[in-house]
């Protein structure tokens, strides 16, 4: 017997925000059937090829201390700086700056309710060899 991953749950104070704001980060869709809606305690967002799900649930507390889980985004098209431009002109703080003078690297960043997730290179930079 083995389970698969349903979703990946984001504990939240604001569940139809933070929903909202992934929605524009990863470009990703509510179910029409059951929208989010402003006040909803749950909030779910879906990958466009339905593979991947978002859960974010509405809880009392605010985030205590640094994530012990978290995404690692990687740039489909166009560079991981394009990309950090994009995310921290949508509300996100960079939190921590990995990238080496090589072009390897991530960029630690914080969504609007401070948790964190990566900025990795985008697939045109894996592409090149590494100086």
């Not at 389970?3 to 524009?24: E, F, G, K, M, P």
């Not at 985004?73 to 950090?84: M, N, S």
Request: proline share 6%; hydrophobic share 35%.
């Amino acid at each position: 017997m083995t389970s698969y991953v349903s979703h990946t749950t984001v504990d939240c104070i604001d569940a139809y925000a933070l929903s909202r704001w992934w929605q524009a980060v990863l470009d990703y869709r509510e179910d029409p059937d059951d929208p989010n809606e402003p006040g909803h305690e749950e909030c779910m967002i879906f990958s466009a090829d339905g593979g991947h799900r978002l859960l974010f649930i509405e809880v009392p507390d605010g985030k205590r201390g640094k994530n012990r889980l978290h995404l690692d985004l990687r740039p489909v098209t166009g560079t991981r700086d394009e990309e950090l431009a994009r995310l921290t002109g949508l509300g996100a703080t960079v939190v921590a700056d990995r990238r080496n003078a090589n072009g390897t690297g991530w960029v630690v960043l914080a969504d609007p309710e401070g948790n964190e997730f990566c900025i990795l290179r985008g697939e045109a930079e894996l592409a090149r060899p590494v100086p």
